[in-house]
């Protein structure tokens, strides 16, 4: 199983950009797919992922009304669209899938850097 991040890079303060991870090896629901983070000298934290099967999202209180995950089954893949960035967004950002949303995260992409200059 491989998760493939993309879509990172440098960006100014309230600029956008759109994460995307394609997951190849098997196939994921993407309602089993989520977003992580890490910033400098933290943990990594949970950004964004599908709740109850789908039926509800989750996201981190910093993130809540500026990023959205979405997915694509077709495509197998996942994303995340960030919008009104801030300095403090600046992380790594994994995305990861787990084989039910009852599960933990097993599955674990390489990261993509977002960096948000002020």
């Known amino acids: 199983v491989q998760l493939q991040a993309s879509g990172g890079g440098l960006v100014q303060t309230g600029g956008s950009l759109r994460l995307s991870c394609a997951a190849s090896?098997?196939?994921?629901?993407?309602?089993?797919m989520g977003w992580f983070r890490q910033s400098p000298g933290k943990g990594r934290v949970l950004v964004a992922h599908?709740?109850?099967?789908?039926?509800?999202?989750y996201y981190r209180d910093s993130v809540k009304g500026r990023f959205t995950i979405s997915g694509d089954n077709a495509k197998n893949t996942v994303y995340l669209q960030m919008n009104s960035l801030k300095p403090e967004d600046t992380a790594i950002y994994f995305c990861a899938a787990r084989d039910s949303w009852t599960e933990g995260y097993k599955y674990w992409g390489q990261g993509t850097q977002v960096t948000v200059s002020s």
């Open positions: 090896g098997r196939t994921f629901s993407t309602y089993n």
């Open positions: 599908y709740r109850d099967d789908g039926d509800s999202t």
